[in-house]
């Protein structure tokens, strides 16, 4: 009778990282009923690690599809992640709490709407077409009808 061949399933158990935190990068979600995240470290140990209260999973599936590294300690229950290391500059207010984002082109993306508001005037994206531009003297509703409340227009 041949030999039957036995194969283990490569698990990664809970490991002690030791003191300190520890920088690693996502492998991918682990789907199993515990969850988790499979993170390798610099020394090449494999270890699941689990968010801590605060990290959300938006961040970590960033970080996972960037391979942007984050960083873990010892948790009670095994390795925790504390969040992520930034590596570039984000949006961010100076002194003076004027932001600026630059870049060759800039793509903004919602569900439902968006609405950019500057001082009294303001302009509505619906996600069902509908544009509403509001100004201190001009509404513009736009749909299926273009509407034009004003007490001067003008058109050419």
């Given at each position: 009778m041949p030999n039957k061949v036995v194969r283990k399933r490569r698990t990664t158990k809970a490991v002690e990282l030791g003191p300190g935190l520890h920088a690693a990068t996502l492998e991918l979600q682990v789907a199993s009923p515990a969850g988790g995240f499979r993170a390798r470290l610099p020394d090449g140990r494999v270890v699941v690690a689990h968010p801590s209260p605060g990290v959300t999973?938006?961040?970590?599936?960033?970080?996972?599809?960037?391979?942007?590294?984050?960083?873990?300690?010892?948790?009670?229950?095994?390795?925790?992640?504390?969040?992520?290391?930034?590596?570039?500059?984000?949006?961010?207010?100076?002194?003076?709490?004027?932001?600026?984002?630059?870049?060759r082109t800039l793509?903004?993306?919602?569900?439902?709407?968006?609405?950019?508001?500057?001082?009294?005037?303001?302009?509505?994206?619906?996600?069902?077409?509908?544009?509403?531009?509001?100004?201190?003297?001009?509404?513009?509703d736009m749909g299926a009808l273009v509407q034009i409340l004003s007490a001067n227009v003008r058109l050419p």
């Amino acid at each position: 009778m041949p030999n039957k061949v036995v194969r283990k399933r490569r698990t990664t158990k809970a490991v002690e990282l030791g003191p300190g935190l520890h920088a690693a990068t996502l492998e991918l979600q682990v789907a199993s009923p515990a969850g988790g995240f499979r993170a390798r470290l610099p020394d090449g140990r494999v270890v699941v690690a689990h968010p801590s209260p605060g990290v959300t999973t938006r961040l970590l599936d960033d970080c996972l599809r960037a391979r942007r590294v984050v960083l873990l300690t010892d948790g009670s229950n095994g390795p925790l992640i504390l969040g992520a290391l930034q590596t570039d500059v984000g949006a961010r207010a100076d002194s003076q709490e004027n932001v600026a984002l630059e870049g060759r082109t800039l793509d903004l993306s919602a569900k439902d709407r968006i609405t950019l508001t500057v001082g009294e005037t303001r302009l509505t994206l619906e996600k069902d077409g509908a544009v509403r531009w509001v100004g201190e003297r001009m509404t513009l509703d736009m749909g299926a009808l273009v509407q034009i409340l004003s007490a001067n227009v003008r058109l050419p």
